[in-house]
């Protein structure tokens, strides 16, 4: 039994004739989408490094944008049948060396062709159970986050009702603790005032004491006064009779000496 033959492979086909590139490079990077799904390969393609890796990507969405438009295909439902390349032609060029002689240099050319078919009805079915089942899991991860996060959502919500609490509870001692300042404040004051009104009867009672003792001391020195002159009035006469009574005497003393 015979082998498929190339040009004879089912699908639909992109070919890219006379890159300047060696086909063994090219081969490197088709193995690793031969056999894959449509977007698995480009993402392979995607993340590869390889220079010839951009170009097949080029091929790959030709081949599959030819399978839409041309055979009507469903691009989600595509896998890369068939990925090849076959060396072209080779361009010969020389490169002088020493003692006159001269190498070859060949450049290298492939043709790459991808062809890209319609995967089983077994294949489709598996891929859909795959798809939904990682869905249900996609779903149920979503649904344990949301619910991680309304549980956080909630608790935070109950942090701040106590927080708020707190500092209600706090400004409610803040503002008790102010009224009771207040009112110790305000029997001090009441205290000292009573002090000073007392103090200042004192004073008005010392200062009238003071006003009524006043006259009385000045009553007393002219009492006094009026009692001295009463009594040099009384003793003057005695005084004037003493001086005439010295004087008769000296005189008549003087009479006797003159005798």
């Known amino acids: 039994m015979t082998a498929t033959k190339t040009n004879e492979r089912p699908g639909t086909r992109a070919v890219l004739r006379h890159f300047h590139m060696s086909a063994s490079k090219a081969r490197l ?38 399978a839409v438009h041309n055979d009507g295909q469903i691009a989600d439902d595509l896998y890369v049948a068939a990925a090849y390349a076959d060396e072209g032609a080779t361009m010969k060029r020389w490169r002088p060396r020493a003692r006159g002689r001269a190498t070859r240099i060949r450049k290298r050319t492939c043709h790459i062709t991808v062809i890209v078919a319609r995967m089983d009805d077994d294949q489709l079915e598996r891929r859909s159970v795959a798809r939904q089942s990682a869905s249900s899991q996609r779903s149920s991860r979503v649904a344990a986050s949301q619910r991680r996060a309304d549980q956080q959502q909630r608790g935070r919500r109950r942090d701040a009702a106590r927080e708020a609490e707190i500092e209600a509870v706090e400004a409610e001692a803040g503002a008790n603790e102010d009224e009771v300042e207040n009112e110790v404040l305000d029997v001090h004051v009441d205290e000292v005032d009573v002090v000073e009104t007392r103090e200042e009867e004192a004073a008005a009672l010392e200062d009238d004491s003071a006003e009524e003792a006043a006259p009385v001391a000045k009553k007393a020195p002219a009492k006094k006064k009026a009692a001295a002159k009463k009594a040099s009035a009384k003793t003057a006469p005695a005084e004037e009779t003493m001086k005439e009574a010295t004087a008769s005497s000296d005189a008549d003393e003087s009479e006797e000496e003159g005798k």
């Open 29 to 66: 990077v088709l193995g690793l989408i031969r056999g894959k799904s449509v977007d698995t390969a480009a993402e392979i393609l995607n993340g590869t490094e390889r220079e010839a890796a951009r170009v097949i990507a080029k091929v790959l969405a030709s081949a599959v944008s030819n």
